[in-house]
């Protein structure tokens, strides 16, 4: 190999080595899942095996940032008259609302309220769970039915931190 031909290959591992480095640290870093985005910090999620769950809380995970606890973090469903909502919701040691995932899907009269619905929800964020409250002044939308469900999931996830947990009768046969 002559003396052009060695600088390129040179050149080519420092580069190669450098997209590796980059790639690496994006990986252990960067804020990429939702759980990340909710607590908007890379975390570790690890499921908190309980069988005195309520009926509509899918499942719940401590959340962890290196070794300290950051919160927990709740998968929550209701099913209504206007269809699914799924809610992925943050909560911090202090019982404060760090973020909402939403994923509604609810057959609405009027095209507005899918909005309407999405902005209260996320005026939430940053109240206690026990009390959620409208903190940035969004009007509460006129859909009783969809909000009705989204107090009950709060208010489901609320009373599992009480400790208030209502287990569900079995149907008589």
Same mark, same amino acid.
């Given at each position: 190999?002559?003396?052009?031909n %060695?600088v390129l290959?040179?050149?080519?591992l420092?580069? =190669?080595? !450098?997209?590796l *480095? ?5 990986? $252990?870093?960067?804020?990429t899942?939702?759980a990340?985005?909710?607590?908007n910090t ?5 499921l908190v095996?309980d069988?005195n769950l309520?009926?509509?809380? %899918?499942e719940?995970?401590?959340v962890y940032?290196?070794? =300290?606890? !950051?919160g927990? *973090?709740?998968d929550v469903f209701?099913? $209504?008259?206007?269809g699914?909502?799924?809610l992925?919701?943050?909560?911090d ?18 095209s ?6 999405f ?5 939430l964020?940053?109240?206690?769970i026990s009390n959620?409250?409208?903190l ?9 039915v969809t909000?009705?469900?989204?107090d009950?999931?709060?208010e ?10 209502v287990?569900p009768?079995?149907?008589?046969a």
């Amino acid at each position: 190999m002559n003396r052009e031909n %060695k600088v390129l290959l040179l050149n080519t591992l420092i580069l =190669l080595v !450098v997209g590796l *480095l980059v790639i690496l640290v994006y990986s $252990n870093l960067a804020v990429t899942t939702k759980a990340d985005k909710i607590f908007n910090t890379k975390v570790k999620l690890e499921l908190v095996e309980d069988n005195n769950l309520p009926s509509n809380i %899918k499942e719940v995970n401590d959340v962890y940032k290196g070794k =300290l606890k !950051v919160g927990q *973090l709740f998968d929550v469903f209701e099913t $209504n008259a206007f269809g699914e909502l799924s809610l992925l919701v943050g909560i911090d040691t202090d019982n404060n609302i760090m973020g909402i995932y939403q994923a509604i899907n609810q057959d609405y009269p009027e095209s507005h309220h899918q909005e309407e619905v999405f902005l209260y929800i996320e005026s939430l964020i940053g109240s206690n769970i026990s009390n959620p409250k409208n903190l940035d002044g969004v009007a509460k939308p006129t859909t009783v039915v969809t909000l009705g469900s989204v107090d009950s999931m709060l208010e489901s996830i609320a009373n599992y931190l009480d400790g208030e947990v209502v287990i569900p009768e079995e149907p008589k046969a």
